[in-house]
């Protein structure tokens, strides 16, 4: 092949992948950047579920959430049973409770050692079970965790206690 023939092909390419660029970059971002967005929403993905099975009293701090259902991300921590936001944003969290049948027992949400909900169970004899979800805009680092009435007991024997968290947008509001 002539030089001529050989520049001609690799102009025709290089023009053909810069119109699709191009038209891509039209739709809101370029060949590079759409790879870039890729790769930032992999990262950016958050979501985890945890289930406690400790049914011994409760500790004074953060509820263990120690079977790991999902954690997307990785910002679930079940050694400290503390989600640290990735990054800035707006998420979701629910929680449950399903107190032992002879005890009172209160669940708290707490973002940043400040408490932001509760779930209240009564007992008398019974196994009654609460729960709640709450959106809370995150800085990156802030911790969301739940605590409940030191010394009492959870039905831990099946999975009602629970924890999740998803990001649902990204961004600093």
């Known amino acids: 092949m002539s030089v001529r023939v050989l520049l001609f092909i690799f102009t025709s390419f290089a023009f053909v992948h810069a119109r699709d ?3 891509t970059k039209l739709n809101g971002c370029c060949c590079e950047a759409s790879r870039d967005l890729d ?7 958050v979501a985890f579920t945890a289930i406690t099975t400790n049914g011994d ?3 004074n701090g ?3 959430y120690d079977k790991v259902v999902t954690n997307v991300g990785k910002a679930y921590s079940a050694r400290s049973g503390i989600f640290h936001a990735p990054v800035p944003g707006v998420y979701s969290f629910s929680f449950s409770l399903m107190g032992f049948h002879s005890n009172v027992v209160y669940m708290f949400l707490y973002k940043n050692n400040a408490e ?5 169970t009564n007992g008398a004899g ?4 609460a729960s709640n979800t709450v959106y809370l805009t995150l ?3 802030d911790e969301v965790y739940t605590k409940g009435t030191e010394g009492k007991k959870l039905y831990a024997a099946e999975p009602y206690n629970l ?4 990001l649902i947008k990204i961004g600093i509001f």
């Open 21 to 23: 660029c191009e038209v």
């Open 39 to 45: 790769n930032k929403v992999k990262e950016e993905s």
């Open 57 to 59: 009293a409760l500790p």
């Open 62 to 64: 953060p509820i263990i």
């Open 116 to 120: 932001v909900t509760r779930l209240y």
């Open 126 to 129: 019974r196994h009654e079970v």
């Open 139 to 141: 800085e990156k680092g």
């Open 163 to 166: 924890f999740s968290g998803v």
